[in-house]
């Protein structure tokens, strides 16, 4: 350790003496860059709306940007002079220079005249109509700087606005739709508005038939000569507009090709079609039962065209998986002469079956590591409705590779087949949804065995029919009426071997009996993750799920007063899980994370606990980063012995808070400061586990802290993550004492060996 830390402060004294020395390496004549900097009005002291950022926006758009520092030390630069010139085109001072690095920026580099022109430009968009931008430079020594002062003058407001007067034909359409404007009296002038009211105006016109038109054939006329910082805005259509623009055209022919390839293009097109309501179908291999287009494509014949079913077709075709690519072609018929559009549908199928193979590896806090090999075979198009089979099967191992338990091995044996139906399956009525997501049908059958070591091993078989289906864009829903649940287990025949288990893991003799849960369950998420134009994203996860709450109505009793299905103990209880996430861009590249998970289990009738395989864990590579996997909690409590055995401590009740600052380094590598708190608790305490309780008073007491910081390799289709965490609040040291953020002691080798804890993971903890 002693040695890692000569060497990191070894380079750190490299960067920051290549940044001391940032210029000298220059050419005589030569001044580096170091960035622009802007005064907005100096002569006045009034201050115009949101200076600070139109000054920041002002900053972003002058050019070239200066060399990349953070803290002030421009360590790109420094690596680029750090590695000098190499001989070769390759090693580790070509990598250094020509990928880590970067070449000076020069002041000679700066063009005032074109960064006037660009600031200026951008502040009448504005709405300064009256702006003015002076450049120029300022050197220092080898250093210089671009200083831009600006005079904006004020801002013009909207004072009126004009729409066509005409009341016949496009003009009317676009009159009925005015009271939804953009364009607001008192409204500052701004040109990107302006540009998104004739985008509005199009769409409209495109629901009411209008294909061929354009947002450029609109115009709006500003008129700034009204006095008193105001502009009358007029809109109307171009004269130069085609007539093909100014005309709506309905549907004629819906001819589809479901199964187009350009090589057999005269074949297909030349055969002959299946009628099925408005749609020729040239499918001759009879490979899609028609009905499936009748959900897939909006359009009718002799309907106006419009931009929704438009939209909702193609996003339906694309979605629902079978097709490898898509498109829709309108042609109007007999050259513009009449009003009357064909639609050509052109879909190449993928490959009716696929083959798939992934092999991961994990690496736990537990001192575990492992690896699993999944061969998954996908039918495509199984009965000609879209539908799609999904056969897995799963193979995988863990190895304790330190500790007192080292050895110890861990297997997992999982299959798995999922039916997916492109629709709703209903027992007493048809229900077909109108938006553009195609709602599913799923139906899952598995079966999973675990055997932990040679300790004790499970079995579990789950069924489920459900549906899931998208709202809009941001929201989804899935609801699994039927879930059945069994799990069985057995436990080592060795009987000191098993008392010593269960008597080191309190709680765990219960967790291992049999489990037979039926119930239902419903999930909920919202989010606005894939709009990257807002600074702020949110993610919403919420999951309600019951077990046995009807079947227990039905169920009898054994001989113990339990409730059973078919000789079974069933389970009872509510489960509910929230997971809100937000997601903030302080800038570009350093982005604020933030998570708040809560869980809440009810069990009542055969229990007084939710069963365990439905229980909270805290600890682990993506939960609280400090503590190893699951070996956190309940409540209090501490597991004796921990490295000695698997750490599977649950609890009924969860509440966990993650915050995270992540960073941009260089190219792929990230960097990421952490600080985890949270805890799992049993509704009821476990007499055998002191302090594993829920009690409101003392809850806030018992929350653990950890903290620590993470590199990132993110490559955008992968993301591998190493993370180191400490813990500084446990929860099961005595109430006062619980605090340990004095004891760190990063020079003390036995200081980290009890509390340094590395995760390496398989993308973002959340």
Known sequence: MRQQIKSGLFILACLIFGACSSTKNLKPGEILYTGADININPDSTAKIDNQKEVKGVLLDKTRPNPNKSILGIKFKLAMYNLAGEP??????????????GEPPVLLSEVKIPYNNAVLKSYLISQGYLQSEVNGDTVVSGKKGKALYTVV????????????????????????????????????????????????????????????????????????????????????????????????PYTIDKINIYPNYSL???????????????????????????????????????????????????????????????????????DSFRNNKLNLNIFLTPLKKNSLSFSLTGTSKSNNFVGSEAKLTQTTRNLFRGGEQLDVSVSGGFETQVSGQAKGLNSYSFTTEAKLTFPRFILPFFNFNSTNAFIPKTIASLSYQSLNRGSLYGLNSFKGEFG??????????????????????????????????????????????????????????????????????????????????????????????????????PINQFIRVETDFRDYYKITKNLIWASRLNLGYGYGYGNNTSIPFVRQFFAGGSNDIRAFAARSLGPGSYKLPNQTNNYTDQSGDIKAMV?????????????????????????RKEDPLRPGSGFNFKDALDEIAVGTGAGLRVDASIFVIRLDVAFPIRKPYLEPGNRWVIDQVDFGSSTWRKENLIYNIGIGYPF
């Open 152 to 247: 904006t003058g004020a801002r013009y407001k909207i004072n009126s606005v004009e729409f066509p007067k005409d009341s016949t034909g496009i003009v009317q359409i676009i009159n009925q739709n005015k009271d939804k404007t953009l364009l607001k009296v008192g409204d500052n002038y701004d040109l990107e508005t302006y540009k998104n009211e004739r985008i509005r105006i199009d769409n409209d016109l495109k629901e009411q038939g209008y294909f061929y038109f354009n947002p450029d054939y609109l115009i709006l006329q500003v008129d700034s000569t009204v006095g008193k910082h105001l502009v009358d805005i007029r809109i109307k259509v171009k004269d130069i507009a085609p007539d093909a623009g100014l005309k």
């Open 263 to 333: 090589r057999r293009d005269s074949a297909i097109r030349n055969s002959t079609p299946e009628v099925y309501k408005d749609f020729n179908i040239y499918d001759t291999r009879h490979t899609y039962k028609p009905g499936l287009f009748d959900r897939l494509v909006f359009f009718k014949k002799d309907e106006l065209y419009n931009r929704r079913d438009h939209n909702q077709s193609l996003n339906r075709m694309v979605n629902i998986g079978i097709f490898q690519n898509v498109k829709a072609e309108f042609l109007p018929v």
């Open 87 to 100: 001989k070769k085109s390759k090693g580790i001072r070509y990598w250094l220079r020509n990928k880590v």
């Open 658 to 682: 993650n915050t995270e600052l992540r960073f941009k380094l260089f190219s792929v590598l990230y960097g990421a400061l952490f600080a985890d708190a949270g805890n799992v608790w049993l």
């Open 467 to 568: 549906y899931n289906w998208k709202e809009n864009l941001y929201k989804e829903h899935s609801f699994n009426p039927i879930s059945i649940n069994y799990v069985t287990s057995n436990v080592t025949n060795d009987t000191a071997r098993r008392d010593s288990l269960f008597s080191a893991n309190p709680g765990l003799e219960k967790n291992l009996e049999r489990q037979f849960i039926i119930g239902s369950n419903y999930s909920f998420t919202f989010t606005n993750q894939m709009e990257d134009f807002r600074r702020n994203n949110i993610y919403f996860n919420g999951t309600l799920e019951t077990g046995g709450n009807v079947w227990g109505l039905f169920a009898g009793k054994n001989d113990e007063g339990k409730k059973t299905v078919l000789g079974i």
